[in-house]
């Protein structure tokens, strides 16, 4: 009866979105998740029965915690999006912290503009402190200070893709993935001998950027090459920047595998202006404050890469790497910043059938140094951590159409802290060590209801430990920026449902809900100290791709953050720099042979204002549109470039004045105004 009064819709997708139904039904907890999953469904089986699809062309993501092996994108078993090297070329953004703002979930927290410096950002209602780990080729790249890194470090020549990984993702990757994790591929060799990119670009306010990226391959040696400047006055006062970036990355294959030698290379100078009043704010937006900060960072990072498939299907992953981050910043105080680290991760990917069953059983471990220290009027901060890790994980197909993925890692990490006391509270020092267990365990259910389309459902348990500053602060006003080196580790349970299809041309996408109980998350209480406090974060993230011909396309995502605390003295009310809703939008044009003209829009509603813990004050929000029109001839490219198109004053990153220090009150951090840039790309 079902089959005749939806002639259109064929028995077979019929009884997939009731198979599925009754697989979610079986678990309770699940139910409240059934609406919205039971429309995506829907939507997806019509398309199915009405959509002639195109030729599909897989994107793959990666599937362990080195990238050595992948999985194609609508078997992975989570909430996943690729920014692929073509789609990085055609968009308007000059760094990565750009390119990002466009994916759900994300929150970028500029506080000039054009990701200088080192800026905080997040996935899943994280954004105040960190929560989400970055990754360069499996290299963890997040300041041991901060838990933020200097996104402008990688400039976007370097890179080949972007795989961002929404959710708890702490059984591969570890500390810090509570939010999600970001992993930055950079590009590879070519299959010639020698060929190449080189671009420059000049822009409004004294910008200019040049890149040149080499790469060839000849028998058993391949090699990549690419350096990259960039300099920009700013757009308000006291803003300007300076950097320089360089990788190299040689590889030689043998009869006993590959060996990939890394090094990066970033050196950056810049400036970051004060917030204003709102006096100020409205008198002159692109003044420079009360203060002038200044911070100089220069980063070498190095790796040695193995990889060597064994006998069958198994392959062997081994990474080795160094780090020499150092920085000297201006502003409250002179601050001098020594940040080494090093470590190694082993792991082997074993595809293998057991019980009649087909498994793919990731195992590895993973060592990890992470010092840090800083210097201020002959006093010196130090933490330093070791982290030892074990995990595992295993993916189960129980039949053509049902998986079920599990893993558990296990990690133990000794820190020393060193902090001496102020002169007026010699109490209030700590020197001593801190020793930390977690089991980070995740299970995921998959349903694949149709080709390269799937539905999952998975439960999740993620850890962030504390970071050196949450544990010391370096200040002369060390009374307004307080530490706690008594602070318990963040940990979060994550319950996770969602579908991707990616098969058809004009309705491709996902959509994921998700709810995480977080346990003694860490936030800034300027009253007293950085404090530990209960959490809940739960939203949606959506995305959809249409090519409704070979010239045009359009992309669009949306994501809604509800993030409060559950207990303590701000029970109930929003964590700050957590936007409500972030809508984005994308629609990509060839008028004809050679052109590419893409626009693209960004919404954020709701941002609550930093130190604003009571809610006290309105939230900010702001529309951006952005656009690149491109003409390529043969082997050059031409194009031009325009950053808030509509020149509007907004911001990203808004504070306030918290009450102990005579508030609450408005601050402002303005956004650049228009920009304007052009350049020219030769391939050779």
């Known amino acids: 009866m079902l089959a005749q009064s ?109 990701g200088i410096g080192q800026q905080a ?39 080949e893709r972007v795989e961002v990984i929404r959710g708890g993702a702490s059984t591969l990757y570890g500390e810090g993935a509570v939010g999600g994790v970001i992993q930055i591929h950079t590009r590879e060799s070519g299959n010639r001998p020698l060929s190449g990119q080189l671009e420059t ?35 308000r006062q006291s803003s300007s920047s300076r950097a320089r970036h360089f990788l190299a990355k040689p590889s030689l294959l043998t009869d006993f595998g590959r060996f990939t030698l890394g090094y990066q290379f970033s050196n950056e100078h810049s400036e970051l ?15 420079q404050g009360n203060r002038r900060f200044t911070n100089r960072q220069e980063i070498h990072r190095g790796w ?33 910043t020594n940040q080494p680290s090093a470590g190694t991760t082993i792991q082997a990917d074993w595809k293998t059938s057991l019980w009649e069953k087909e498994h793919n059983l990731v195992l590895g471990l993973e060592a990890i140094r992470q010092n840090f220290s800083q210097s201020y009027s002959g006093i010196e901060n130090v933490y330093n951590a070791t982290t030892f890790s074990l995990f595992s994980q295993d993916k189960i197909k129980l039949s053509e159409d049902f998986a079920i993925t599990t893993g558990v890692r296990y990690d133990q990490r000794n820190t020393f802290i060193d902090v001496p006391p102020p002169f007026w509270n010699p109490s209030a020092g700590f020197t001593g060590n801190k020793h930390n267990r977690a089991w980070s365990p995740k299970a995921c259910f998959q349903y694949a209801f149709a080709p390269q389309s799937s539905a999952w459902v998975s439960l999740s ?33 994550t319950l996770e449902t969602g579908l991707r299809s990616d098969r058809f041309q004009y309705c491709s996408g996902s959509l994921a809900l998700y709810r995480s109980w977080v346990k003694d998350d860490i936030f800034s209480d300027i009253n007293t100290s950085n404090s530990n406090a209960n959490a809940i974060r739960q939203g949606m993230e959506a995305m959809l791709n249409s090519r409704l ?127 304007i840039h052009v350049g020219c790309t030769l391939a050779f």
């Open 201 to 235: 670009s000049a822009g409004t306010r004294e910008y200019l950027r040049n890149n040149l990226t080499l790469s060839g391959k000849k028998d058993a040696l391949s090699y990549l090459v690419s350096a990259n400047h960039q300099q920009w006055e700013g757009w």
């Open 461 to 493: 348990q993620s850890y962030r430990l504390i970071s050196a500053n949450d544990a010391i602060a370096v200040s002369n006003e060390s009374l307004r920026f307080t530490s706690n080196p008594s602070l318990l580790p963040v940990q979060a349970r």
């Open 121 to 159: 950002f997040g996935l899943r209602g994280y954004g105040e402190k960190a929560g989400t780990l970055v990754l360069l080729d499996g290299v963890r790249i997040n300041d041991p200070g901060s838990g933020f890194f200097a996104g402008n470090s990688i400039p976007l020549s370097a890179i």
């Open 549 to 675: 011909n070979e010239q045009v396309s359009l992309d669009a995502g949306a994501s809604y953050s509800d993030t409060h605390f559950s207990d303590g003295a701000f029970a109930g009310k929003r964590q700050v720099l957590i936007p409500r809703w972030t809508l984005s939008g994308g629609i990509q044009i060839r008028p004809a042979t050679g052109w590419l003209w893409r626009l693209e829009t960004l919404r954020v509603t709701g941002l609550q204002r930093a130190f604003d813990l009571e809610n006290a004050l309105p939230t900010a929000s702001y529309t951006v549109v952005n656009t690149r029109l491109s003409r390529q001839w043969k082997r050059l490219t031409a194009y031009v470039a325009v950053n808030n198109v509509l020149n509007r004053l907004y911001e990203q990153f808004p504070t306030s004045v918290p009450p102990a220090w005579g508030g609450p009150a408005l601050k402002h951090n303005p956004a650049p105004g228009r920009q």
């Open 304 to 336: 040695l890469d193995y990889q060597q498939s064994l006998s069958g299907d198994a392959f062997l992953n081994a990474k080795f790497y160094l780090t020499k981050d150092t920085g000297f910043s201006t502003g409250y105080t002179d601050v001098s």
């Open 6 to 114: 939806h002639p259109s819709i064929p028995n077979s997708i019929l009884f997939s979105r009731r198979a599925f139904q009754k697989a979610l039904k079986r678990l309770p907890l699940f139910s409240g998740f059934l609406l919205p999953t039971s429309v995506f469904s829907f939507i997806a089986s019509a398309s199915h029965a009405s959509e002639k699809p195109l030729p599909f062309r897989e994107i793959v993501v990666t599937s362990g915690r080195l990238p050595s092996t992948h999985t194609p994108l609508s078997d992975f078993p989570g909430n996943v999006s690729v920014i692929r090297r073509e789609e990085i070329e055609n968009s308007p953004a000059l760094t990565l912290p750009e390119l990002l703002r466009l994916q759900p979930g994300w929150t970028s927290l500029d506080t000039v503009g054009l």
């Open 273 to 287: 202006p004060d917030n204003l009043t709102p006096e100020e704010f409205a008198s002159n937006p692109r003044q």
